[in-house]
């Protein structure tokens, strides 16, 4: 497969977002001295995060899981391991939530709590349905401050990873969401950006250069010394990876 950095125009990258009931969410961690962050998320949509100069990661967003009815099964869950600490997030009992059907129809979204419900729908409504879907339905958009210049990790399952006015070396890796990050490229080190079935982005002064004779056909693995500072590190398995100048 072959793969390319493609430059791009700086801009917003843009992700819809729905009307929905929804819960906010607000948690402070304290972070003693000489520990190091972990950050595990699976289902939030959007993970935004920077940095600050409190002692403390903060964790503020949205949760809306059955359009509001079962936000509480979301928690985060702190665990300290050695000079690690890591938060994770559950969603308690996923497996039994109930259901949320929908149906797609000329752009319209409907959603019915029961499967007879919407096939009641389906027999007075005749016709093709652009899509059909039926799950748990879950929308969390995660905002993250971490201390400046401590060593961060992330990582996230479904979501986009976004990257702004963030100070210290950090590693983020996202299966199948993307990752966003804007880049100070004076105040950075090294720059290593990594996909496997997506395709990298940039609109860095910095050149990225790669090993043309990497033998693995789905990889991509492209690095850069920017400047002088922490390292950083950005990789989506199945997404795309944007760099982008920070203003």
């Known amino acids: 497969?072959?793969?390319?950095?493609?430059?791009?125009?700086?801009?917003?990258?843009?992700?819809?977002?729905?009307?929905?009931?929804?819960?906010?969410?607000?948690?402070?961690?304290p972070v003693q001295a000489g520990?190091?962050?972990?950050?595990?998320?699976?289902?939030?949509?959007?993970?935004?995060?920077?940095?600050?100069?409190?002692n403390d990661v903060a964790i503020q967003g949205t949760v809306s899981i059955n359009h509001g009815e079962h936000d509480d099964a979301f928690v985060?869950?702190?665990?300290?391991?050695?000079?690690?600490?890591?938060?994770?997030?559950e969603i308690r009992d996923l497996n039994k939530l109930p259901r949320i059907y929908t149906i797609v129809q000329g752009g319209q979204t409907m959603t019915f709590q029961t499967r007879d419900a919407m096939r009641k729908y389906q027999a007075e409504h005749p016709g093709g349905f652009e899509r059909m879907s039926e799950g748990v339905d879950i929308e969390i958009v995660l905002e993250i401050k971490v201390?400046?210049?401590?060593?961060t990790q992330i990582t996230s399952v479904y979501g986009m990873v976004e990257v702004r006015?963030?100070?210290?070396?950090?590693?983020?890796a996202s299966t199948y969401g993307g990752v966003d990050a804007a880049v100070a490229e004076k105040t950075t080190g090294q720059?290593?950006?990594?996909?496997?079935?997506?395709?990298?982005?940039?609109?860095?002064?910095?050149?990225?250069?790669?090993?043309?004779?990497d033998p693995e056909?789905?990889?991509l693995l492209v690095a850069g010394n920017a400047g002088t500072g922490p390292n950083c590190s950005f990789q989506s398995r199945y997404g795309n990876v944007y760099l982008r100048k920070a203003n």
């Open 147 to 151: 201390p400046r210049g401590i060593p």
């Open 191 to 213: 720059i290593k950006a990594e996909t496997n079935y997506g395709e990298i982005f940039s609109n860095l002064d910095t050149r990225l250069t790669g090993n043309p004779n």
């Open 76 to 89: 985060l869950e702190p665990k300290t391991n050695g000079k690690i600490l890591t938060i994770r997030n």
């Open 1 to 29: 497969m072959k793969h390319s950095i493609i430059l791009f125009l700086a801009g917003a990258l843009l992700l819809p977002l729905g009307g929905y009931a929804q819960t906010t969410l607000q948690r402070s961690f």
């Open 35 to 54: 520990q190091t962050i972990a950050l595990e998320f699976d289902h939030p949509r959007l993970i935004k995060v920077s940095t600050w100069d409190k």
């Open 217 to 219: 056909d789905f990889h």
């Open 165 to 172: 006015s963030f100070q210290g070396p950090i590693s983020v």
